[in-house]
């Protein structure tokens, strides 16, 4: 069983960073494909971006490549999402799950979840 839970979410101006974290306990956590998903009020929860278990392999949804970089720190069991150039269509609440068995973009593959984290970009 692994538990995640996420961390720095909060309030930002558009053009503005923010870094998620998403600390993870329990289990193998170096042995899943780890993958980042938001949702904003009345649309469905949506892929962001995943990273493989060695961390050699990325992948990221359109709307963010080229401003959100994942990254994962083993000896801490930690990934990360770092936000760049953030505008208000990224306003959602974000969430980072746990694969044990593939490096996909469905939420349904994904085995953990932890609770999430609110990001709001303001104009």
């Known amino acids: 069983q692994v538990q995640l839970v996420e961390s720095g979410g909060g309030l930002v101006q558009a053009g503005g960073s923010l870094r998620l974290s998403c600390a993870a306990s329990?289990?193998?956590?170096?042995?899943?494909?780890v993958g980042w998903f938001r949702q904003a009020p009345e649309k469905e929860r949506e892929f962001v971006a995943a990273?493989?278990?060695?961390?050699?392999?990325?992948r990221y949804a359109d709307s963010v490549k080229g401003r959100f970089t994942i990254s994962r720190d083993h000896a801490k069991n930690t990934v990360y999402l770092q936000m760049n150039s953030l505008k208000r269509e990224d306003t959602a609440f974000y969430y980072c799950?746990?694969?044990?068995?593939?490096?996909?973009?469905?939420?349904?593959?994904?085995?953990?979840w932890g609770q999430g984290t609110q990001v709001t970009v303001s104009s």
């Open positions: 329990g289990g193998t956590f170096s042995s899943f494909t």
């Open positions: 799950a746990a694969d044990r068995d593939g490096f996909r973009e469905y939420a349904r593959e994904y085995d953990y």
């Open positions: 990273i493989s278990t060695s961390g050699r392999f990325t």
